[in-house]
């Protein structure tokens, strides 16, 4: 038989399929014992998915505890081939956390090389992400807040105005399109130096191409496990895949925007007091000794791609996870009527000693923390926070052991509702938040913005961000429940980072004393 007559045999793709399927499954399996053989629980992994078969389908926090109440606060999971550890243990995290931080300095991320994205603190590693965190973390201190803090307040005036018109209209308030619009807007400002006024309607750009961002439908289908199952199928592709997948004709639309802003700032000596001007002055002021003198770190064209970088990172960063959380802080508001009133009478206390809400009259009210930071435990807003292991890792004299490009997974909505940190966890509490009690309690417990030297950079602007919002809303109006609110906030399903909620419509009012 010649070679067009084996090629053509039946009997010869028989045993090409076969071999390739005998390939493939001993390749996607050849890891599957990697837990077990240290004795650390966790669910059965089927070849080429691992444990992610179905997950577009779930929502995730649900997803998370249930897998938690089945396997403990340790346990192996796959995503693909690939090991990942799932920690809710909080010795476990503080070690690797904090104690032994330089195990684990990474994130799981693609290498981007497109510039810009390439410059997001997200996506750094090593060094390079020490350098950068540590040039750009200036502009996070509380004096650059404060400046920061005149512009969030012109928004907080807007959306104070949006809402007054949902009164005037129906007294309905659909909280995330609202908060929406009023998170874009501070970002516009501080983030891009940008004052939008048609912010929020249909038509207008900025805010239709953050939403195309924000909205990946990918998220609810089987595609978006291969980022995760097998990275190095992106990895192959390079920058095709990059220009395809990531930098998105939206995301150019936010480059542009700011290359302009950059532009302009350069012929202009006003001062502006938004992110862009402080980043920048942060970031020139970051050295390097260079043949024993001191000179400065990058160049003016890299300072202005590592802006660019954070500007758009501060919007991915920022933008969902703020409007989510005021989402379930009124939509909390409304079927806690009693937390809501004790709210309003300690602003309206401290209004007494104040002409307006502003930065130093929102770090006099405690309850207003409380009520945030509980917000924050019970619907984290990043389900899950990722590491990588840099190099290989023993912990507790070798029961655990972690090789070097291990995934590490701490579920926060797991954390966060845990029994044993948080008793009665599904009952909404302020009070857990008192010094008394926040003392009694492990902090590695609390993980909304991360811990240790990687947690979020930007968490005083969120924090400032929230406190003048909802200050300024309880002050004004009220929340209570209407036919279309649910009895428990209801949230998206789909592999997605940030929790989603729907649904979460509140009546809403004047207050009488208004």
Request: net charge positive; glycine share 8%; with cysteine.
């Given at each position: 038989m010649d070679a067009s007559g084996i090629l053509s045999s039946p009997v010869t793709w028989v045993v090409v399929i076969s071999y390739f399927l005998y390939y493939l499954y001993r390749h996607t399996?050849?890891?599957?014992?990697?837990?077990?053989?240290?004795?650390?629980?966790?669910?059965?992994?089927?070849?080429?998915?691992?444990?992610m078969w179905g997950v577009w389908k779930a929502i995730l926090p649900y997803h998370d505890l249930a897998l938690a109440k089945k396997y403990g606060k340790v346990f192996g999971y796959f995503d693909g081939p690939i090991p990942n550890l799932w920690v809710a243990d909080v010795d476990l995290i503080k070690a690797m956390y904090v104690k032994d931080?330089?195990?684990?300095?990474?994130?799981?991320?693609?290498?981007?090389?497109?510039k810009v994205m390439r410059k997001w603190l997200v996506l750094l590693k090593g060094?390079?992400?020490?350098?950068v965190r540590s040039s750009?973390?200036?502009?996070?201190?509380?004096?650059?807040?404060k400046r920061m803090s005149v512009l969030i307040k012109d928004c907080v005036a807007s959306l104070c105005d949006r809402v007054t018109t949902v009164i005037e209209?129906?007294?309905?308030?659909?909280?995330?399109?609202?908060?929406?619009?009023?998170?874009?807007?501070?970002?516009?400002?501080?983030?891009?130096?940008?004052?939008?006024?048609?912010?929020?309607?249909?038509?207008?750009?900025?805010?239709?191409?953050?939403?195309?961002?924000?909205?990946?439908?990918?998220?609810?289908?089987?595609?978006?496990?291969?980022?995760?199952?097998?990275?190095?199928?992106?990895?192959?592709?390079?920058?095709?895949?990059?220009?395809?997948?990531?930098?998105?004709k939206e995301m150019k639309f936010f480059f542009k925007l700011l290359e302009n802003v950059l532009k302009d700032r350069l012929e202009s000596k006003q001062k502006f007091n938004d992110f862009i001007e402080l980043a920048d002055e942060a970031i020139s002021e970051y050295t390097k000794e260079v043949d024993g003198k001191t000179v400065p770190m990058w160049t003016r064209e890299a300072i202005h791609e590592i802006i660019m970088g954070q500007s758009t990172f501060f919007m991915l960063a920022a933008f969902d996870t703020t409007a989510t959380t005021l989402t379930s802080i009124c939509f909390q508001l409304a079927i806690n009527p009693d937390v809501q009133e004790k709210l309003y009478e300690s602003i309206a206390a401290k209004m007494q000693d104040y002409d307006e809400v502003s930065y130093e009259m929102v770090q006099d009210v405690p309850y207003l923390e409380m009520v945030i930071q509980e917000v924050l435990r019970f619907y984290p807003p990043v389900v899950r926070l990722e590491r990588v292991c840099t190099k290989d890792y023993s912990y507790d004299n070798g029961r655990i052991k972690i090789k070097k490009g291990q995934v590490i997974t701490i579920p926060t909505y797991v954390l966060h509702?845990?029994?044993?940190?948080?008793?009665?966890?599904?009952?909404?509490?302020?009070?857990?938040?008192?010094?008394?009690?926040?003392?009694?309690?492990?902090?590695?417990?609390?993980?909304?913005?991360?811990?240790?030297?990687?947690?979020?950079?930007?968490?005083?602007?969120?924090?400032?961000?929230?406190?003048l919002a909802l200050c300024s809303l309880v002050q004004k109006f009220r929340f209570f429940p209407i036919a279309e609110t649910p009895e428990r906030l209801q949230f998206d399903y789909g592999l997605n980072q940030v929790m989603q909620?729907?649904?979460?419509?509140?009546?809403?009012?004047?207050?009488?004393?208004?």
């Open positions: 399996t050849s890891t599957f014992n990697y837990f077990s053989d240290q004795g650390i629980p966790g669910p059965k992994p089927i070849p080429i998915f691992g444990n931080f330089d195990h684990f300095v990474d994130r799981r991320s693609p290498d981007i090389k497109s060094q390079e992400w020490k350098d750009v973390t200036p502009a996070f201190t509380t004096g650059k807040i209209k129906d007294g309905k308030l659909n909280a995330k399109m609202v908060f929406g619009a009023f998170t874009m807007d501070v970002i516009a400002r501080c983030a891009f130096g940008l004052k939008i006024d048609t912010l929020g309607e249909k038509n207008d750009p900025f805010t239709k191409n953050a939403h195309n961002i924000f909205s990946p439908a990918a998220n609810k289908t089987p595609v978006i496990l291969l980022p995760y199952m097998y990275p190095g199928m992106f990895s192959l592709f390079g920058l095709l895949t990059e220009r395809l997948v990531i930098v998105t509702h845990s029994e044993e940190y948080y008793p009665d966890p599904e009952k909404f509490d302020p009070e857990r938040w008192t010094p008394e009690n926040k003392a009694k309690r492990n902090p590695y417990s609390y993980m909304a913005f991360g811990t240790g030297p990687r947690n979020c950079i930007g968490m005083r602007f969120v924090m400032e961000e929230l406190k909620p729907i649904g979460a419509t509140v009546g809403i009012e004047l207050r009488q004393s208004n």
